[in-house]
């Protein structure tokens, strides 16, 4: 079963080569469970954008049978931290805030999924493991 991705950008223009990367990304998730009824990605720049580096914000919500998956990859809160005044950031943010990259941020987001999404199926096939009665 193929599910389209609904792409969502807030405070930046939509790029069709990043819609298709949303794409690729959930039809990954089909070998995993091929019941999913939608997947809806919203993908946030920084309100001043105009600084470079600046890191990206991405929530993936994923329906399935009976339960909604959700995935929020966010900045670290030391990285918000570490800005001045003037909203620029300090270099400590280099090593705490990893999504830099848009392609990065939407790779790490699906990968968080894919092992929720795994978490679920074995749920669902009682694969669970169990311990014994005292």
């Known amino acids: ?13 939509p ?7 949303v794409q690729k990304e959930t039809e990954k998730l089909g070998k995993y469970f091929d019941r999913i009824t939608s ?4 993908i946030e720049a920084p309100q001043k954008h105009h600084h ?3 890191p990206f914000h991405v929530r993936i919500e994923l329906g399935v049978p009976g339960k909604e998956l959700v995935v929020t ?3 670290t ?5 570490e800005q001045d ?11 705490e805030a990893p ?5 990065v941020a939407i790779r790490d987001g699906f990968a968080a999924l894919r092992r929720q999404l795994r978490d679920y199926v074995h749920c669902l096939r009682h694969e669970v493991k169990t311990h014994a009665a005292a």
Request: charged share 20%.
């Open 73 to 75: 990859q966010k900045p």
């Open 99 to 103: 999504h830099k990259d848009l392609y």
């Open 15 to 21: 790029s069709e080569a990043v819609t298709e990367r």
């Open 77 to 81: 809160v030391r990285a918000i931290l």
């Open 85 to 95: 005044t003037n909203g620029r950031a300090h270099k400590a943010q280099n090593i």
């Open 52 to 54: 470079h580096g600046e």
């Open 39 to 42: 997947c809806s990605v919203v």
């Open 1 to 13: 079963m193929t599910t389209t991705a609904q792409t969502t950008f807030r405070n930046m223009a």
